[in-house]
């Protein structure tokens, strides 16, 4: 009786068994995903997009609403403090070598030591520093990191927490 159980079992678990299960768990994940980013986005900003005009700390003029008219717009919040952030912030900073990427930097001090912290780092991206929280406010942003996707001024995607770059690419391929 064992021995048919084990053969069984063995029989279920070949490759076909493990890929289903690989399958059913990534779906599974998936669904989780989802429902968490519509729960956490329920206070963030929806449909039109804030205005959103500054001086990045790299000393460039930045006009979210235009910027977003020719091509979709990454906008990723964050902060030099967070710890998912130090996994999120490399894959940004690869695609803001063939999108258009704007983050905004939360609490992280004066507008110099951010750009001493991008630096450090390695980063490109063109980040506005939002020392008071002030920008993260008016975008309802409880939550580090949070990305949206902007196109034409509209707000097309809300994530926030860990994001995979295939997750950001098929956020930005979807605007």
């Known amino acids: 009786m064992t021995k048919q159980i084990s053969d069984l079992v063995e029989k279920h678990k070949g490759w076909r068994g493990w890929l289903k299960e690989a399958l059913v768990l990534v779906l599974l994940l ?23 005009t500054a001086v990045s700390v790299q000393g460039e003029q930045i006009d ?22 130090s996994y999120v912030s490399p894959s940004v900073d ?5 999108y258009q990427v704007l983050t905004v930097a939360l609490t992280s001090g004066e507008a110099e030591r951010v750009n001493k912290y991008q630096q450090a780092k390695e980063y490109d991206f063109s980040t506005i520093n939002d020392p008071k929280g002030q920008i993260s406010q008016a975008w309802g942003i409880s939550v580090t990191p949070t990305i949206f996707i902007i196109d034409k001024g509209e707000i097309k995607s809300v994530t926030s927490g860990f994001t995979s770059p295939m997750g950001m690419w098929m956020r930005l391929k979807l605007a």
Do not use: E, N
């Open 30 to 52: 998936t669904l989780i995903s989802w429902a968490v980013d519509f729960w956490r986005s329920g206070s963030m900003a929806s449909g039109q997009a804030p205005a959103l």
């Open 64 to 85: 979210l609403g235009a910027m977003s008219q020719d091509k979709p717009v990454l906008l990723y919040f964050w902060a030099t403090w967070c710890p998912v952030c």
């Open 94 to 98: 690869f695609f803001s070598d063939d």
